[in-house]
């Protein structure tokens, strides 16, 4: 009952704000920085870089690598994800990615999760969110970061 009540209220709020948002806001390269956490714990620190397409109005679609660092254990990790995004608005954008990872220990697997973005200027934004690792033991990533429109 929970899983159909939040799919009804994303589908609602998807098709709310792709018939709302103006066009054009998000679409291109972006790249950028984020600091964050890992549930080892420990902190990490990463980049990351993409592509918008629009794919209707305000609805992006596109690919998302990013690698970062594991502070507690020097390790780096990176993943490859789809990232679909909703416009809410000319600033805010609404995010969901799904995709595979890696840790340089070896271990693999997939990963979920979603996130906002919001605009500071034309080329500059903040973004925030959330993903699941999964590789037979669950990782939560928590992540805050900056990046550039090009």
Known sequence: MKLKLKTILLSTALALAASTAQAGEWEGPYAGAFLGYISFPSMIAGVQAG????IDEGIYLGPE???????????LAGS????????VSDE???????GVFG???GASGWLAG???EV????RVSLFAGAD??????VYRVVRAGVQMRF
């Open 51 to 54: 592509y918008a397409f629009e």
């Open 65 to 75: 690598v990013d690698s970062f660092y594991i502070a507690s254990t020097g390790a």
């Open 80 to 87: 490859a994800t789809a990232r679909l995004g909703v416009a």
């Open 92 to 98: 805010v954008l609404l995010y969901g990615r799904a």
């Open 103 to 105: 840790f340089s220990s």
């Open 114 to 116: 979603g996130g906002a």
């Open 119 to 122: 605009s500071l200027t034309d």
């Open 132 to 137: 699941r690792y999964d590789c037979g033991c």
